[in-house]
């Protein structure tokens, strides 16, 4: 009797810079039903730099695509962005920065919202003390909070998946009309989760053809 083929899975991998970034995902891709791998297992080094390195070795394993999620509240405030460009442009095409300004807290305030505005929220204290906790009450950025994955679950009623991802979207849209990336709070998360919901369909099969590009991304190449 011939063994059955089973087609070769794409090798996702998805770079954190701290612990939201990995509850967050490890939530999404238990609650979604993804394929990739999560990294690092315990978040030590925040910079990207560092983070660039490890997606490198990743692919040097064999990954087919990693995706860096960054914020970049402290680049901007330490007047980093030209350098962070310049190592943005020197990734490989399989290796893709995932940018929020200011932070990830970003794209979950963006599950509440009807009709977000194009405005600047300077820090990500800012987006937390100002809006996110309107709508979660209590959120915190530790361990203990954020391991029992309630502010993601949370987020997700009332179809707020999807109206984060319109709400990103618009904004995304409204940055590609400026020049300057600090004018406007955004998030590119939702270009991450549209691609995993692509790569879903055909699951994660490496040689499909519609999820075996990239895709744009406001730093990358």
């Not at 560092?50 to 970049?72: E, N, R, T």
């Not at 995932?98 to 807290?105: K, L």
């Not at 009623?157 to 009309?177: E, F, K, P, R, Y």
Request: aromatic share 12%; charged share 25%; with cysteine.
């Amino acid at each position: 009797m011939m063994r059955r083929y089973r087609p070769l899975k794409k090798s996702i991998g998805i770079v954190g810079e701290g612990l939201t970034e990995r509850m967050y995902f490890d939530y999404i891709r238990s609650s979604r039903r993804y394929a990739f791998s999560l990294k690092p297992d315990l978040p030590s080094h925040t910079d990207y730099a560092h983070i660039f390195s490890k997606a490198k070795s990743m692919i040097a394993k064999g990954y087919d695509l990693v995706f860096c999620v960054l914020d970049i509240d402290v680049i901007l405030h330490e007047h980093l962005l030209q350098d962070f460009q310049k190592a943005c442009k020197e990734l490989p095409k399989s290796i893709l920065p995932i940018t929020s300004n200011p932070c990830i807290e970003f794209w979950f305030l963006l599950h509440f919202l009807d009709c977000p505005k194009s405005r600047v929220y300077e820090s990500c204290e800012s987006v937390i003390n100002k809006a996110l906790r309107k709508y979660i009450p209590g959120y915190e950025k530790t361990e203990t909070y954020l391991s029992s994955f309630q502010a993601f679950i949370r987020m997700e009623q009332n179809n707020g998946l999807q109206q984060a991802l319109s709400n990103a979207d618009s904004l995304l849209s409204i940055l590609n009309t400026k020049s300057d990336v600090s004018c406007c709070s955004f998030t590119e998360i939702s270009l991450l989760i549209t691609f995993l919901e692509t790569c879903k369909k055909c699951d994660f099969s490496r040689n499909c053809k519609s999820c075996s590009d990239g895709l744009p991304t406001v730093f990358g190449c």
